[in-house]
């Protein structure tokens, strides 16, 4: 696939969308160097990686990924200190009760802030030849981030704030720099909310999913006979009924995700009771395999 310099992770809560992203970044840095940005307060994308990197500094996972966490807070607070350039001032600025009304008045703040940031990370990854792969927020909020841009431009149509949201932007509906990549579990309802949510970025942002990605899908382990053998033994019963179920869910979604335009793979459900750097390793060399060898 052609895949754009950057990619957006975003899904419903509890779909592995932080160990999607990561094993994203590490299947992509065997192509080319890639940073993950992870803008989870929880840093789970990156400690999936064994690397906790702090203060928006970068931490180096191998020769060809490294981690940076990016906050909207630290965000507005590198803006503040790029305008107030004397340290002493700006930091009693941000202290401020009168700076806190101001920024309680314009909610969209500092995530307009943290898209520019993203915007400027990603023209840096075009210049360098490298992927940036974003751990974004759960798909509501995502979605809800991502329309800060063009409520910017709606309060300010003229002057340096529209030009710079304008910038921003158009960098979200360029299919060749940004694109979304979504993640859903093997169920009904996660498979809907990907759907919803490819739609509304789609419809209302002009911004492309490149691709919905399934994880945790289990094999088929039963046939019809063995299931039936199964049925005195309760729990463990049930248990089987329902791993093969979330294996037909995720072969029925394929065809609902075509139909909008959007390819899909699946990655493997990982029975261990921890997911740790090796297991994110196995899950990246299946999306080297599926999603980029196509």
Known sequence: MTLPRVLFVTGKGGTGKSTVAAALAIALSRRRPTTLADLDRRLSAAAALGAIPEDSTVVKVTDSLDVIAVTPRAELEAFIERIVPIRAISRRMLRSRTFGYVTAALPGLEAFLLLERLRIMGGDAALEDRYLVIDAPASGSAVELLSVASGVKGIAPAGTLNRLADSVDRFLTDA?????????????????????????????????TVAAI?????????????????????????????????????????????????????????????????????????????????
């Open 214 to 294: 399934m994880n945790c899908v289990p094999d088929l382990l039963f046939d019809t006979s063995e299931l039936a053998a199964l049925s005195p033994f309760g729990g463990h019963a049930r248990l089987a009924v329902r791993r093969n179920a979330a294996h037909e869910q995720a072969a029925l979604a394929a065809p609902r995700f075509a139909a909008a335009g959007i390819p899909t793979f699946s990655l493997p459900m990982m029975f261990t009771p921890v997911m740790g750097p090796g297991e994110v390793k196995k899950l990246g060399r299946v999306l080297d395999a599926e999603l980029l060898d196509r």
């Open 176 to 208: 060749t720099r940004f694109g979304a990549i979504v993640t859903m579990a093997p169920e009904d309802l996660a498979v809907r909310e990907a759907l919803e949510t490819a739609a509304a970025m789609r419809e209302r942002l002009g911004i492309v």
